[in-house]
């Protein structure tokens, strides 16, 4: 078993219905590989998702029949060779040469020559040549995006769609945003116990309590996690959580919290004092908020299994509620490209899921109390618009915005929103609001 056999085989399973993160984690555990071959195979599955359309595009130049009509494997060889030789700099010669191997290690030989002419003659392409019926189509194409990934784009966000979804992705990023759980450890006491890991770990001044760490493998693996001093945890997350400013002693509320970063953090605020709900609606994803809890010995905080759309007697009367609430996912397509292929569909029915969170929220929180909405998508639907309709309703609540929000956030009346292109930060959007 190879690196590029392996990618070639999860590339296959993702094809069959398969999301990607999970398949190519059980092929590796399956096939185990060295680490660096490990990491050059999740290099090859990544890139063949984040560039297919861009891929396809040019392999068409050069076949008779489109991509889609060719041998399932045939199509993977195909692909995954030429995103060696045009994002992961692997010399033409020898990513030629080992999908013809590929080929025959697949079972299909007959295809050797056609794998070795086309790849020889698609590396060459000029992509910047490239002609497209309009900017949709030139969204789909370079940004490899659906087509209603691409209309919508253009539609909501015209002057930065093409700088979002052409973006450099973050699978080959080679830091990790982590918070450092400060009721056992300083952020700086933290990076120096990484650096004693070999682990290079630097404190964000900006959002206290956050790291950037280059992690050579698994953050799990180290004594540090193990010894529950810190929880990977992306900037968005930890600004959701941290813009609930959750005060000890008080009643607090986490409505959609699986896995349970965003309750580490708040436990934090809480300084380990008061109750801390955290739920979910899947008893399995409570699981891993419970794990997540006994890790950085948390006490003030009980995992619930609780329906975040519905109303629950143990929750009423809280003084704050974090409603980070399921999206659309449009802000990460650098990191889940499987959204990247989306037909939408489900938009509107995830719209009237998320009002009766908000709605839910809102019965849970007393006069006084502040509740925080957030979500990892780029979509006035599901962000501002949202909020619009919410406030018109209950004029009892009204925005107050924390003073850390980052000042290349896009602010307005309803909340601020997190374009990547402008803050370097994936796409997110938040609201918080006070209740009279």
């Known amino acids: 078993m190879t690196a590029r056999y392996l990618a070639v085989q999860a590339l296959l399973r993702v094809e069959q219905g398969g999301y990607a993160n999970l398949v190519l984690d059980a092929e590796c555990k399956k096939h185990p590989l060295p680490p660096a071959d490990r990491a050059f195979a999740s290099a090859v599955f990544y890139a063949v998702l984040e560039h297919r359309n861009t891929l396809d595009f040019i392999l068409n130049h050069f076949l008779k029949k489109p991509v889609e009509k060719l041998d399932a494997p045939v199509r993977a060889i195909l692909r995954s060779g030429l995103v060696q030789m045009r994002n992961l700099r692997t010399p033409p010669s020898a990513a030629v040469n080992e999908a013809v191997k590929l080929a025959r290690a697949f079972g299909v030989s007959s295809a050797s020559g056609l794998v070795n002419a086309v790849l020889r003659r698609a590396g060459e392409f000029d992509l ?166 006994a890790r950085e010995k948390i006490t003030c905080a009980e995992a619930l299994c609780s329906d975040a759309a519905k109303e629950n007697a143990a929750l009423a009367g809280a003084d704050f509620v974090l409603a980070d609430v399921p999206c659309s996912g449009l802000g990460i ?54 909020i619009e309709s919410f406030l018109h309703d209950h004029p009892e609540f009204h925005v107050h915005m924390p003073d850390f929000v980052p000042d290349d956030f896009c602010r307005g009346p309803f909340g601020a929103l997190s374009l990547p292109d402008e803050t370097g930060l994936d796409g997110f959007f938040l609201c918080a609001m006070e209740k009279r």
Request: proline residues 6%.
């Open 333 to 386: 397509l650098k990191k889940k490209p499987d959204i990247r292929y989306k037909t939408l569909e489900s938009v509107p029915q995830l719209v009237i899921l998320q009002r009766a969170i908000l709605e839910n929220a809102a019965k849970c929180l007393q006069k006084g109390g502040r509740l925080v909405y957030s979500t990892c998508t780029l979509n006035p639907d599901e962000n501002e618009r949202q």
């Open 128 to 293: 910047a040549a490239a002609t497209f019926s309009g900017p949709v189509e030139r969204l789909m194409i370079l940004g490899s995006v659906s087509r209603p990934v691409a209309e919508h784009f253009w539609r909501c966000y015209p002057e930065h769609a093409e700088a979002i979804l052409m973006a450099a992705p973050q699978a080959g990023a080679v830091t990790t945003a982590i918070r450092a759980n400060t009721l056992r450890t300083t952020p700086q006491a933290l990076a120096n116990a990484l650096a004693k890991e070999g682990v290079q770990a630097v404190p964000q001044e900006k959002i206290p309590g956050c790291l950037l760490a280059a992690f050579h493998g698994s953050p799990a693996e180290t004594k540090a996690f193990g010894a529950g001093l810190f929880h990977v945890q992306g900037i968005p997350s930890q600004l959701a959580a941290l813009a609930l400013q959750a005060k000890p002693g008080c009643k607090v509320i986490d409505l959609c919290a699986a896995p349970g970063g965003k309750t580490l953090t708040i436990a934090q605020q809480m300084h380990d004092e008061g109750k801390l709900f955290s739920c979910d609606v899947s008893e399995n994803r409570v699981s891993l908020i419970r794990t997540a809890l």
